[in-house]
């Protein structure tokens, strides 16, 4: 964490420290907060939830001003346990105004880079697969990806029927009452995450409009977001968008996410309003968010993400 605060700082980055307890935790329809109660000298009681992510934040930074901010957060996701998930972890979340996502995927990349430098290790590994933190890395669209690795082509199947058809056919089960985003994030586990970032990591790049929720679309190509997430060792490690400012459609976008939470878990969370009123006051912009934990995994050859953890959060259960 030294050796990457540093790195920022000479990178003219600001080091901030956003608020955990936050009016909404974020509104991805698959990510569960967790849920307390403020209450008032008088009393008066509200619920407040645990950010899932900084983001709403650091965005009203950039706002207020702010130009290049970086926060190294802890993060509070429920339903989330496994070698590489626990309920609370610590995220890296930085972004530049002005800048494009390419200037930001070169961050990520040398963030790596340093880490491993840090941990004095030439090789990412996890759970046997290896990566070299310093090789160039491989760049591929989510498309290709498909294509590849799938055998879908992914912008031929943009209806919910067809896309379950090439999917069965990859050996991918289906629900009937999976959605396209459904049946697409199962294709992204099963068939082509597994198989992203062995010897060099892997940028995945431009993912369906659908799939970025809080990216800007594409100005070459209007079915695709500016949205990249980095892999090594068939682990994600990253996220990164060339983000949304136009309010009107962060609102219908967040909106359709809590309709399709509420359809899937029975639930939703609060549109954060003061959030989307600095939407319109943000300047344009690039932000990544990337899990610590996990990076430390690879840069130390951990197999489960509570073995680099301080003091893990005790969930009684088992991890293996």
């Known amino acids: 964490m030294a050796a990457l605060r540093r790195w920022f700082q000479g990178e003219g980055f600001l080091i901030v420290e956003p608020s955990a307890l936050q009016v909404s935790p974020g509104n991805e329809a698959h990510l569960h907060a967790f849920a307390t109660e403020l209450i008032g000298p008088d009393g008066a009681r509200a619920t407040r939830y645990l950010h899932t992510s900084p983001e709403f934040a650091m965005k009203k930074l950039l706002a207020a001003g702010e130009e290049k901010i970086a926060a190294f957060a802890p993060v509070y996701r429920n339903r989330e346990r496994g070698p590489l998930h626990a309920p609370e972890f610590t995220m890296i979340e930085w972004y530049r105004a002005g800048a494009r996502y390419e200037t930001v995927m070169k961050d990520t990349l040398a963030i790596v880079a340093e880490a491993a430098r840090a941990a004095g290790s030439e090789t990412l590994v996890w759970r046997g697969r290896k990566a070299d933190p310093f090789a160039p890395a491989e760049r591929v669209t989510v498309a290709d990806a498909f294509r590849r690795h799938a055998g879908i082509d992914?912008?031929?199947?943009?209806?919910?029927?067809?896309?379950?058809?090439?999917?069965?056919?990859?050996?991918?089960?289906?629900?009937?009452?999976?959605?396209?985003?459904?049946?697409?994030?199962?294709?992204?586990?099963?068939?082509?995450?597994?198989?992203?970032?062995?010897?060099?990591?892997?940028?995945?790049?431009?993912?369906?409009?659908?799939?970025?929720?809080?990216?800007?679309?594409?100005?070459?190509?209007?079915?695709?977001?500016?949205?990249?997430?980095?892999?090594?060792?068939?682990?994600?490690?990253?996220?990164?968008?060339?983000?949304?400012?136009?309010?009107?459609?962060?609102?219908?976008?967040?909106?359709?996410?809590?309709?399709?939470?509420?359809?899937?878990?029975?639930?939703?969370?609060?549109?954060?309003?003061?959030?989307?009123?600095?939407?319109?006051?943000?300047?344009?912009?690039?932000?990544?968010?990337?899990?610590?934990?996990?990076?430390?995994?690879?840069?130390?050859?951990?197999?489960?993400?509570?073995?680099?953890?301080?003091?893990?959060?005790d969930t009684g259960e088992e991890t293996i």
């Not at 090439?166 to 985003?181: F, P, Y």
């Not at 068939?191 to 995945?204: A, D, H, I, S």
């Not at 549109?271 to 610590?292: N, Q, R, T, Y």
């Open 154 to 313: 992914l912008f031929a199947a943009t209806d919910r029927d067809r896309l379950a058809e090439d999917a069965g056919r990859a050996g991918i089960r289906v629900a009937v009452d999976d959605t396209w985003s459904d049946i697409f994030s199962r294709i992204l586990v099963e068939k082509v995450e597994p198989v992203l970032g062995f010897g060099r990591p892997t940028l995945l790049q431009e993912y369906p409009v659908a799939e970025a929720a809080l990216a800007r679309v594409s100005q070459r190509d209007a079915n695709v977001a500016e949205r990249f997430e980095l892999y090594a060792c068939g682990v994600e490690l990253a996220n990164g968008f060339a983000e949304l400012t136009d309010p009107a459609e962060q609102r219908r976008r967040l909106a359709a996410e809590m309709d399709e939470k509420a359809r899937v878990h029975g639930e939703r969370y609060p549109i954060d309003e003061d959030f989307l009123s600095a939407l319109a006051e943000m300047p344009e912009a690039s932000g990544v968010a990337l899990g610590l934990d996990r990076l430390v995994m690879l840069v130390t050859g951990a197999p489960r993400i509570d073995l680099v953890q301080w003091t893990p959060v």
